[in-house]
């Protein structure tokens, strides 16, 4: 008879996404919930909420039918970058404008990967701005400010 496998780090990540799922799903129904046509303020993250416990709980029937590798270390220079960039970017939008903003942040997040050098990290920081800057301002015409009042003249 075979020995039933189990991978403790999958079976960790399906409970971890099972519960956020339904502390999610709680607080949403304290939210107006709608219709699917009139949707409230609830409702998309009950649907979102609903849908991380089903994935959680396919890692988790998973976990119990194949060995995964063990949890290698823990990439502490990509979280250093990648985290703060977008708290950066929500603490200065206003003030500095979309276009500062978001270029600084895309240049504090390009520098998670060892392999980013300066020169490539501020092209690929322009490019992510130009992009966004055609698509978000032009494009779709959102109304934001791309140039906040701490750099105005």
């Known amino acids: 008879m075979k020995s039933l496998q ?3 780090t999958n079976a960790l990540c399906g409970a971890v996404f099972v519960a956020l799922g339904g502390f999610f799903v709680y607080q949403s129904l304290t939210l107006e919930l ?3 046509l009139r949707m409230g303020p609830g409702y998309f993250p009950l649907v979102l909420a609903i849908i991380l416990m089903v994935l959680g709980a396919i890692v988790l029937v998973q976990s119990m039918r194949l060995e995964g590798e063990p949890i ?3 990439a502490v220079r990509g979280m250093a970058f990648i985290l703060p960039a977008p708290v950066f970017f929500g603490l ?3 003030g500095l404008g979309f276009i500062p903003s978001l270029f600084l942040a895309a240049l ?3 520098f998670a990967s060892t392999r980013m050098k300066a020169p490539m990290a501020v092209v690929l920081a322009a ?3 130009l992009f966004s800057v055609i698509v978000f301002s032009y494009a779709l015409g959102l109304p934001f400010t791309r140039f906040g009042p701490w ?3």
Request: net charge positive; hydrophobic share 50%.
């Open 72 to 74: 290698g270390p823990i």
């Open 34 to 36: 709608g219709t699917a």
């Open 151 to 153: 750099v105005r003249f």
């Open 108 to 110: 504090i997040a390009a």
């Open 127 to 129: 490019a992510i701005t």
């Open 6 to 8: 189990f991978d403790s």
């Open 92 to 94: 200065t939008v206003r």
